[in-house]
Nanobody
Framework: VQLQASGGGLVQPGGSLRLSCATAGIPLDYYAIGWFRQAQGKEREGVSCFKSSDGSEHYADSVKGRFTISRDKAKNIIYLQMNSLKPEDTAVYYC??????????????????WGQGTQVTVSS
């Protein structure tokens, strides 16, 4: 199982970024996929999750209406479209996967497989 997040960078407040989570060895139809972030000095927190087999999708309150999770089945990539970015969105973003979840979850302990993170910095 491999996951690799990419697409981070520096963006101004109000801007957009699209993160990608490239996966290998994961039948995406049956795994829950989650996006998480960790700001400097803070605990890792859940942002969004998705599970194709039952259509589960969930967002943290802090990103609802601004972030959208999606999937490219042919490429085995999960995306996180982030719009209307705020300075408080600054963090290292990670994707994670787990085959055991019924539905999806944005609880960090629920995920077994983790990828390397990608830095997102929102600043003027």
């Amino acid at each position: 199982v491999q996951l690799q997040a990419s697409g981070g960078g520096l963006v101004q407040p109000g801007g957009s970024l699209r993160l990608s989570c490239a996966t290998a060895g994961i039948p995406l139809d049956y795994y829950a996929i989650g996006w998480f972030r960790q700001a400097q000095g803070k605990e890792r927190e859940g942002v969004s999750c998705f599970k194709s087999s039952d259509g589960s999708e969930h967002y943290a309150d802090s990103v609802k209406g601004r972030f959208t999770i999606s999937r490219d089945k042919a490429k085995n990539i999960i995306y996180l479209q982030m719009n209307s970015l705020k300075p408080e969105d600054t963090a290292v973003y990670y994707c994670a996967a787990d085959p055991r979840l019924a539905g999806c979850s944005i609880r960090t302990p629920d995920y077994e497989y983790w990828g390397q993170g990608t830095q997102v910095t929102v600043s003027s």
